[in-house]
Every structure is written in structure tokens, then in C-alpha cells.
């Protein structure tokens, strides 16, 4: 692991001045609040795609620019926006990003423009990178002996928002329409805005250098940090099993012998989040020394999980899906937690030793860390589409052993190899 005097990326730093804050419970559960509203502007389009394309007059081949922009513009607020952690005063940073971001969920609102829509979306998307300047503010307000158990807390609010960002989206826009779920979005991080203004500390990072020094930084730290590059990659292969599972289990119920509508699919999705309790336990786990044989055990309970998953979806071992789907419906909900325990482990544990790291460097580590693994995501998601049009449940199934079985065998390695994790 990387000292922080070793200082990749040839930024030159003076001594760490952390935050004299302290990470109370209360501030605990508030940032993992905020993280998962947050991030509920990068995924509750999807499930919107339809009537803002029909309200906006969307050509079909552009409909899918409006799930898409929110997402391209996180990315680029992660290599763009997030590095700024390293360079500017913290608690400003965070308040102006998150105030902005309001301001395009509102222009989204509002727009009759699609043009204007669009980008809109995407500049929401790019400030909601806000949330990978949390996570390091909350990290570095916890002692080192308690910086898994934070990150885990923090991260637990991040993977339910994940989860539940479609079905809340769906229920809202069903009760007050696309355009109010917009518009309570908007109100809603301005209210978080003028919160965290109030209970942030200030945290002044202590790098000298200008900033295209600090972004052409993250290809060194890519290239020279293997702790990073490992949990990146670890990772990004299990939430491409996530993105393969959670991208098509919408289209398998829909389908005989379940027949699910928008409502049952959605309290699907509810009853599948369960798995992000053990998000806590995970960082519980890195602090005690135990992150290794956690790991593992994440690995390992993500591949029995897709083995009911292809079960209960597809008849796998001759299991009664099409006579019993309530009995199916039950192994899948409880296999899909499964499969999300696995996912928030080996990212909670992935990020705790990136927080670890060179301090002077956490914005831009994260910023590589979550960039990394949203590729995984989208990788999945896209062979998962593919998966499913020439092979059925079986083929989605398939994608997700792959992505999984490629995170076991790389964490296998590192063990073998002795390399920490």
C-alpha cells in the first residue's frame, strides 16, 4: 500500500491537515442519506425514459439519451469535478456542486426544450459526482481504526439509493408526473445543500498545484498504485454481475409464469435491497483485519446466489418454476439480496483501503475507484441485453458468472501472491 509520502502523481503536498470534525452517528446516517438521494439522479430516469420522451417528442433513437446523459455526465464530473477535493476547500466545494445540481434538476423541470433537457440531465448527472466528495469528507472525519465502519455506513446509503432510485422514481412520477419528480429532486438537494453548509467542518487539502497538473495526476495513479488497480478492478467485475441481474430481472418478470406489472416489479427491487445491510458489517470486517476472508465470502455467496438466480429464473437443476412462481419468486428475491450482500462487500472493502491511501490524494483515488467500476457497470448491462436476446435467463446468468468468477480468481491470485488487499 502507498505511503503518502511517496505522493503519486508528482503533486506536491505538505503534511495532511485533515478535518477537526468528528463523525458522529447522526452526521453518519445523514451522509449516507444524502448519498442515496443523491444518487437517485443518475438512475430514476430509466424507468422515465417513456413519458419524457413522449412529453419532449423524442425521436425512438434518441429515447435512450435521456437514462444515458445523466450517467456520461457523472462520469465526467468523477475525472473533471471530484479531483477538485484535492485542491479546493472541501465544505465549499460540496455546497456550491450540490446547489448546482439542483439548479439543473430544476432547468430539467422546467424545459420544453429536449435540447435543453438533455443537457440539463447531463450537467444534474456530472454535479452529482458531489457524492464521491462525500464519501472521502466522511472518511477523513474517522479515525483510522473506525474508517471501514464510516465508509461502510456512507456506502450502505449509496447502494440503497442505487436500489431503490427506479421504483421510488416510478411511484413519484405516477403520483405528481415526470416533470414534479424533477422539480422535488431539485428541492430536495437544495435542502441537503443548506444542511451539510451547516454540519460540514471546513478541511482545507494541502496539495500545491494547479489543476490540469492535478487531473493529467490520474493516469500516474492509475499506472502506479496497485492497491488501487486491484479493488478497481475487483470492483467493476462485480457490479457487472449487479448491472447484468438488476438490468434484465425486470424483463424475466414480466414474462410467464410470474407476469409482473411496473408496481410488482418495483416492490421487487424493494424487497431485493435488503442485501445493503451488510454494507456496515463489511467495513466492520476491513477494520478487525478480517477484509481478506470477507472477500471471499462475498465472492462466494454472489456465485451461490446466481446459481438460485438461474434456478428460479430459468429451471436450472429441474426446480419448478413454472408450477411453483410464487416459490420462485421467493428464491429470487432472496438470491438477489445475496447477490447485492456480495456486491456492497467487495466495494465497501475496495474503497476502505482506497481511503487508506495518500490522504492527499483521496478525492482523486475515489474519483478513479468509482469511475473504474462504473465501466464494469455498463459493461454488464450491455452484454447482459445481448445475453438475453440470444440465450434467454440462462444467457444473463451466464454474464453474471463470468463478471463474478473473474473478481474470485483476481482476489484468489492476490491471496496466493500475498499482496494486501
Not at 259 to 287: C, E, K
Request: with cysteine.
Amino acid at each position: 500500500m502507498s505511503s503518502s509520502s511517496e505522493n503519486p502523481g508528482c503533486v506536491a503536498t505538505r503534511s495532511e491537515s485533515e478535518t477537526p470534525g468528528r463523525l458522529t452517528a447522526s452526521l453518519t446516517l445523514f451522509f449516507a442519506t444524502a448519498v442515496g438521494v443523491i444518487v437517485m439522479n443518475l438512475f430514476a430516469a430509466q424507468p422515465l425514459t417513456g413519458a419524457i420522451s413522449q412529453s419532449l417528442r423524442l425521436a425512438p433513437q434518441l429515447a435512450g439519451l435521456v437514462a444515458m446523459l445523466p450517467q456520461l455526465g457523472y462520469a465526467t464530473g468523477l475525472v473533471l469535478l471530484v479531483p477538485l477535493c484535492d485542491l479546493l476547500e472541501n465544505r465549499r466545494l460540496i455546497v456550491r456542486t450540490l446547489g448546482c445540481c439542483a439548479g439543473f434538476l430544476a432547468v430539467a423541470m422546467f424545459a420544453d426544450s429536449r435540447q435543453l433537457f438533455l443537457v440539463a440531465v447531463f450537467l444534474a448527472g456530472a454535479t452529482s459526482s458531489v457524492i464521491q466528495m462525500l464519501v472521502p469528507m466522511a472518511a477523513s472525519m474517522a479515525s483510522e481504526s473506525h474508517r471501514g465502519r464510516a465508509v461502510g455506513n456512507v456506502m450502505s446509503g449509496l447502494m440503497f439509493g442505487i436500489l431503490l432510485s427506479r421504483p421510488a422514481a416510478s411511484v413519484i412520477a405516477g403520483a405528481v408526473g415526470w416533470r414534479g419528480f424533477y422539480g422535488l429532486a431539485a428541492l430536495i438537494n437544495v435542502l441537503l445543500a443548506s444542511v451539510l453548509a451547516v454540519k460540514l467542518p471546513v478541511r482545507r487539502p494541502v496539495v500545491a498545484t494547479r489543476y490540469p497538473a492535478l487531473l493529467r495526476s490520474l493516469w500516474t495513479l492509475l499506472r502506479t498504485e496497485p492497491v488501487l488497480r486491484r479493488n478497481a478492478a475487483s470492483a467493476a467485475l462485480v457490479m457487472g454481475a449487479f448491472s447484468a441481474f438488476w438490468t434484465t430481472i425486470g424483463l424475466r418478470l414480466a414474462q410467464p409464469p410470474f407476469g409482473f406489472d411496473m408496481n410488482g416489479i418495483a416492490l421487487f427491487a424493494l424487497a431485493g435491497a435488503a442485501g445493503a445491510v451488510v454494507t456496515p458489517l463489511a467495513g466492520r470486517a476491513g477494520d478487525c483485519g478480517a477484509a481478506r476472508k470477507a472477500l471471499f465470502a462475498g465472492h462466494l455467496a454472489m456465485l451461490v446466489a446466481l446459481a438460485a438466480i438461474g434456478a428460479a429464473g430459468a429451471g436450472w437443476g429441474g426446480f419448478p418454476t413454472n408450477t411453483h412462481p410464487m416459490l420462485a419468486v421467493a428464491l429470487l428475491v432472496a438470491a438477489a439480496a445475496m447477490l447485492d450482500a456480495g456486491v456492497v462487500t467487495d466495494q465497501t472493502l475496495g474503497r476502505r483501503a482506497i481511503n487508506l491511501m495518500n490522504p492527499a490524494a483521496r478525492g482523486r483515488l475515489n474519483g478513479l475507484f468509482v469511475g473504474v467500476f462504473f465501466v464494469g457497470g455498463a459493461l454488464g448491462a450491455m452484454f447482459s441485453g445481448a445475453a438475453w436476446s440470444l440465450a434467454g435467463w440462462t444467457g444473463v446468468c451466464g454474464v453474471g458468472f463470468v463478471f463474478t468468477g473473474g473478481a474470485f480468481v483476481l482476489r484468489l491470485i492476490g491471496a496466493i501472491r500475498g499482496t494486501e488487499v
